[in-house]
Each structure stands twice: as structure tokens, then as C-alpha cells.
């Protein structure tokens, strides 16, 4: 049973609506037999379509084809790229990470510390977000022999400040250091061109495709011919003995779909939801002049369908849940799996506080976004911060009942 | 929404009324357990799923309310405070006090909402005048209106128990049942949420440094040692391990913690009756009695499962005494007399006043008057009761 909601969507960073095209690819697809493996011509067939699909995804990231290997999402994806060139680059042991990172990095290095004796070392990131060069550097050349990788988010996907990429890979590059870059966030929302990155230093790039309209439950590490990772899975050996396991092709052709409407339409896609987000912030100040706007204030720097705030003094969770009655879909930043609101990560690695932490929205717009969703959200706002300022935080004490 | 059968059944009963609902589910630790175990029911990832679950099938909206660092600080640290100063407390009522009559309904009124509905089993009713009075569950085998004995008039203006006039859990389950929820035949739980393995002394002696101290008994002569006052709770037998066996050879029992001299005091079974009872701190559920301070005839309720037995109450001015150690203020009591002596009282539990089905109010016991004077115990060699 599935529910129509006619509330405005403002989670793009969450997941984007599946692109029409893209689904109707996918069905179509779907009544395709045969095994890309297979030697027959119907095996050969859905090698075609699949190769095709690669080709597309390979062309919206500007890598060869044979550098995409699907996955079963991004969080593989990123899981593939740190632990395969960790296991790679053994006996290596130090990683080095920013602070904020999605969990998808997160766990997984923290996992490598607890079980295959990684030494995780935390970069810090400024107020913005940024990643701070002069450290990393340092990290770097305190012993570069025995960094195994460095792994950073292309932009922040909460807060949205986009990562100076290119100089983190000639840091790392200087020393042969392979570098992986969690670009799933940033995918759809700014131009990824892989050979550039590579050039750089970059190995390996993690990209998913129901960020841009394509389907849940595929996406790709784009890893170079030169890169060596450890496989996670092991079996029929597919996609350069990378990724074993029979390949999704209906998935991947609907991937391909969305990545190609994502390609051309993505700088007119920047212009357009730059406005909206304008609009967006120019709104919440109005209504709300205490709100604290985070993450990159310099359009530049920021992936464009971002907004993110703090509202002191109310819980995030509180203005969630009354602009969802009020029918707008926002986010506070990442729920851990009992769905309870976590304070940010990436706001605490801002050097904020805990209780600023716990205060954040974040506002993501992508390809349907309207100014009547924006709207809708301006709307609500106000009554919704009135009434969550009045729930307080929920580390205070109760006042009327107790 | 605990992720247990009640509060599903209570919600869907809310929405059956005509109210508009929506379901919480109470994140009361940042560290969840992933699935349940054992006899808890609350609590784990699992548990909000299923409630979640149940709010899908229902059809109203669901939140995760995070109210765990409330909670460590009114119900678990009071909960290891309580122990450590020697009384026995009762973490439910607590929760109930603090957190979902208190921290939950005031955050859902800013928020917007009436009133708390939770699947408890108790009854609210409304008099002529429209005071809101708590009373028993039809159902008394599975009645809970002991541990909401602590909601105040303003509390119960805000609470719905859909639960009270059902005759039996069995009728909830089965109503669960045809309603389509995956937790029709959940388990009830009964352990103490934040203790996962049910073992409360040894979860207690992780957390309150063990001291050792003497054993008493009651006339002051010393029978042995302890190695923490707190592993010791009022009416234990086992475990004592004193040496030299009483003089009349009988089992003796610990009658009294004291936590400011880490000293336990154990005696003869029979000191374990209690004729008088009192707590500074009470509190009324619904309108309070006219006339408190003169005596009035009710039942007294000591634990969540006891029978109700028969007493008297009032509430007594008590003068300043200076040089008592430590000096008390002029303050008032609840003072509960029972009918018949009363066992297994012990400072910290909360004695909730009953007029027939109706919640009166509540006190948390203070202290407790023994029917049986030191002297007597001696001279009578504990085989009479001198009440």
C-alpha cells in the first residue's frame, strides 16, 4: 500500500524523486531475460544494454567506462573504496579522514581501527566545514610511508561546503597516497569530471544513483585502471574481479537514464535552484532573525540546493515534526537506525555545540523543487519556530508538570 | 508507543474515538539494544519498530522522541541515588512522574497536541463538576493505576487511558490480534527497562561503590559485616552472613538500611510489620480532600502488585526541631496508619491512598514506625506480636 502526499519535498539530500524517464526505463528493462554472463544471445543482449548503461554513467562522471563498478549503493560503494584500498595498501595502517564525514566513512574507518588495526587520524574542518589543508599536510608529512589512504567527501551532505578536492589529491599524490572521494552528495549537484580528479590523484570517487533520480539499491565506485582495491564480495568474479555477483542491469539502465538527463540538465539545474535556495534563506532570516545560516555563505562553495541552519533554542526534531504536519519534508542531518534525531556530527566537528547541534535543519532542493514548495515552507515556518521554542530543548527540565 | 501491545491497542481505540493521534515512541538511551531479549519489552530498535509497525497499521504518523538524557538524569541516576541513600525505589512511577506525564506532555502541549494517551491500565472519571479523578482498571488483575499514582490534577487534565474499562489483557491481545498488529502476542515485560539482564544488585554494585559496614541488630549490638549497604534491601533473608546464629534460633531479616552510617539492621521477622507510615512529599491525583489534616478512612497500596489494605491517613503538621541532626524545618506529612500491621515496607516506595476505586493521592515513604517496640521483641523472644 503506498500513500500520495502532496507535501512539499524539501529532502533532496536524502533521496530525489525517481526521475519519470528513469522508471519507465527500469520496467521496461525489467522484462528483459538474461544474464549479462551468459554466452547466449540473450546473455549478450543484457550484456549490451548494460554495457551501455555503463557508458552513460562512465560519460556523467567523465571516467572510462571499465573504471565504473556497480555496486548496491553508495554506502558499498564508499565501504569498497576505503576498505579495498586499505586492504590494498597494507601494511599501511593510517587513514586519514575529516572530521563530519557521512557514516558511510565514519563507521567504516572507526570499524577498520576495531578490527584490522587501522589508526584512524581525524582532520579538523574549519567553521565552514572546510577541511583544514595545513593539518592534513602535516598529517601527511609526519610519516607518509605509512598512510594507507586519505578519504574525504567531495561536499558536506548536510551542510553542503564542497571540499577542496583537488588539493587534498596533490597532497596525497605527492606521496603516492591514494585518495578516495565520496562525491555521492555533490553527484547531480556539481560537475564530477573523474580524469581531471585522477590526474590529481584521486583513485577511486563514490557516486549513487537515487541522489539523482535514478533508482535506490545501485551506484558505483569509479575506480581508475591504476588503483588496487581488496575486493568486499568474492564469486563470479564480475567487474574486474571487484565486484562479483550477477549484474542488476534493469537497475544500472535506469541509473543511465537519470545520469543522462542529470548531465544536461545540471547547469541549468545550478542556476535555478541557486535562486530557490536564495530564496530559501533570504525567507528563514525574515522569519526567523535569529536562525544561524551554516556551512559556505560564498554560493561557491556550497553545493547549490543546500540550506542548512541552526535555531537556537529549539530541538531540530520539534521544527521537523510541526513543518511536517504543517506538510513540508525537512531534515535535522542524519538519524541513527531507531530513527532518533542524532545533535550533528558535522556541526559538533564545526566546533559547534552540542545543543547548536541539536538545533540544525536542513533544506535540500533538487529537480522538482517550485517556489510553491518554498512557499509552503516559509509559510509554516513561523508558527513552527513560535511552537518549538516553546517545547524547549529536550535536556531541560519540564517546568509545568513536575 | 513502547512497541507493546497496550499502547498499540490504546492508539488505535484514540483514533476509533475521533481524536487525531499521532504516535511517539520514547528513545529513553542513545545506545539502544538492536533487538529484544528476554523479558523486556521497551526499549530496543526492535521494540520502535514494532511500534512503528503498529502506528502503519492504524494509519497515523510516528516519531522517535529522544528524551534519554532526561531520563538518565530523573529515572536512572535517581534511581542509583535512591538505592545509595538506602530506600527502595520504584523507577516506573518515576518515568510516569518525570518523563511521560511531565517531559512528553509538556513538550506535545508546546508542540500542539491535548493530552498524553498511553495503554495503561486505569480509568479516568469525571465527576458532576467536571473534576478528573484517576481510578482502578475494571480489570483489577492487570490494574496500573498504582503507578500513575503520582499524577497531579493539571496531569490528568492532559491523559487518556483507553485501556481502563477493558475486562483483561487476554480481550487486548485479541482485539491486537484482529486488528493486524505483529505484536498481538508480544510478551509482557516486567524487568526494570535500563537493567537489559534483569539483575539489579549486580547492575546496582557496578555503580555505587561497595563499603564495608556493619550489621546490626536492633538494639545496636554489632553481628557481623557487610561489604555494601546497598546490595541489601528491607525484609531480605538471604545473604546476610552473620557468623553467630540468632538467640532463638529463628531467621533473622534486614529491617533497616542506613545509608549515613553504611550500617544494615536486621532482626527477628516479625519487626517487619509496620503500623505507621509517612512521606514529606505527597501529592494529590485530581482535587484534594477538603480537609486533610483531619483523618480519613482509605486503603493504602505499598507495591505495584500488593493487595490494597485498609487504613487511615491525614496529613500532620510537623514543628521545627532544631537540634535534631540533621535540624528539621516545620513541614507537613502524609501519615498512614493501617489497620493491620503492613510487611514489606521500606523507605523509597511510594504508598498510593485509595477511596474506594478512586486514586486519592500518593507519598513517597520517608519513614516507617515498626509494630513491634525494640524492648518487646527481646522480652517476648520474638514469638508474640506486640502490636
Redesign the interface.
Known sequence: MSVQFDHAYLDHAATAPMLPAAITAYAEAMTVVGNPASIHSQGQNAKRMLEEARERVAASVGCDPIEVVFTGGGTEAVNLGIKGLYWARAPRTRILVPGGEHHATVDTVEWLAQREGAIVQWIPLDALGRIDLAALAAAIESNPADVALVTLLAANNEVGTVQPVEQVAALAAAHGIPVHVDAISAYGHLPIDFAALHAQGVSALSISAHKIGGPVGIGALVLSRTAAVVPLIHGGGQQRQVRSGTQDVAAAVSFAVAATAMTAELPGENRRLRVLRDTVIAGVRDAVPSAVYNGDPDPAGRLPGNAHFTFPGCEG??LL??L??AGVSVSTGSAC?????EPSHVLRAMGRTEAEARSALRITLGRTSTHADVDALLRALPTAWA??I???M??S?????? | MSGGVDSAVAAARAVEAGHEVVGV?L?LS?M?G?LRTGSRGCCT?ED?MDA?RAANIIGI?Y????????FKLDVVDDFIAEYAAGRTPNPCMRCN??IK???L???A????FDAVCTGHYASIVTDADGNRELHRASAWAKDQSYVLGVL?K??LAHSMFPLGATPSKAEVRAEAAERGFSVANKPDSYDICFIPDGDTRGWLGERVPPATGDILDREGNKLGEHEGAVAFTVGQRKGLSIGTPAADGKPRFVLEVRPINNTVVVGPKEALAIKEIAGTTYTWAGLAPEHPEIEFACDVQIRAHADPEPAVAQVISVPADPTATPPVEAHTELRILPTEPLTGVAPGQTAVVYVGTRVLGQCTIDRTVSAVPVASVAATDSTTVDA
Open positions: 526534531d520539534s515534526f510541526l511536517d504536519v537506525q531507531a530513527g532518533i534525531p511552537q518549538a516553546g517545547a524547549g529536550a535536556d527540565a519540564p517546568r509545568a508538570y513536575t | 515512541h528513545a542513545r539502544p538492536t530498535v520502535s512503528q504518523p516519531y522517535v522522541w529522544d528524551f534519554s538524557e532526561r512522574e518525570k506525564f511531565a517531559a506532555l509538556e513538550k502541549i508546546a508542540l500542539g497531579t493539571e496531569q
